[in-house]
């Protein structure tokens, strides 16, 4: 079956560490893959998204994913966490079981908190 | 959230009701998606369409009915038939399902059902 996983349910970074949220995946066929972000009572926000090409994927706020196939990841990156990234992170895979219907499977969310 | 608006913000469902969640997008796009979000379980699709006139049920369809009269226009009705319906309802909408280089969605800023 088609999955996302996010296997941290909270990461806790100072302002100013580098931050990694964690994403593995299990899908047939090439796997295109997205992060979100959602602040509190918000809808979600598009980040980035691995298509093909370049392993290392970069988006907005300076957020960045290294797509890895032999591990099946794609972990969402900041060189420098700011308290303003806390948030809840979801990674999403299109589902290719559903053709081209642009479904997505998300994975459960990884909430972000930065300390000053 | 631009582009894409949800109303209302809050609601409350009594016992036996039907309620109706409003989600109106100016961005053009052919496809939306309807998602159920439920604390620690990530999101969960319950009906999307990619055309005027047509959709498909999602993963958790039960309970639940839609209609796309207008491109712009994707209401969802929660049932009576949906027992569990308190969650935050997101809406969202892509340029396209087929174009995988254009499957970015946009999320509304959602809607807060609650059972009195």
């Known amino acids: 079956a088609q999955s996302v996983a996010q296997p941290e349910d909270q990461v806790n970074v100072a302002e100013g560490n580098p931050l990694t949220v964690k994403c593995t995946y299990s899908v047939s066929g090439n796997p295109y893959l997205f992060w979100y972000v959602q602040y509190p009572n918000r809808g979600l926000q598009f980040l980035l998204k691995?298509?093909?090409?370049?392993?290392l994927v970069k988006g907005s706020y300076g957020f960045e994913a290294e797509f890895n196939k032999s591990q099946t990841s794609f972990h969402l990156k900041k060189p420098s966490a700011l308290v303003s990234d806390s948030a809840l992170y979801f990674c999403a895979v299109r589902d290719p079981a559903s053709g081209n219907t642009g479904k997505l499977i998300f994975g459960q969310g990884t909430t972000l908190q930065v300390k000053p | 959230d631009g582009g894409i608006t949800q109303s209302p913000k809050y609601l409350f469902r009594k016992e036996g009701q039907n309620v109706t969640l409003s989600c109106e997008q100016n961005?053009?796009?052919?496809?939306m998606y309807w998602y159920r979000q439920d604390p620690g379980q990530g999101l969960r699709l319950i009906y999307y369409?990619?055309?005027?006139?047509?959709?498909q049920k999602g993963d958790i369809a039960e309970g639940y009915s839609v209609s796309r009269e207008k491109k712009e226009s994707f209401p969802l009705t929660v049932t009576s038939a949906q027992k569990n319906p308190t969650a935050f309802y997101l809406c969202?909408?892509?340029?396209?399902?087929?174009?995988?280089?254009?499957?970015?969605?946009?999320f509304g800023a959602g809607t807060r059902l609650s059972v009195l």
């Open positions: 691995y298509i093909t090409g370049d392993n």
């Open positions: 369409s990619q055309i005027v006139n047509d959709f």
């Open positions: 961005l053009n796009h052919d496809a």
């Open positions: 969202a909408s892509s340029p396209s399902g087929w174009d995988v280089t254009k499957n970015i969605q946009y």
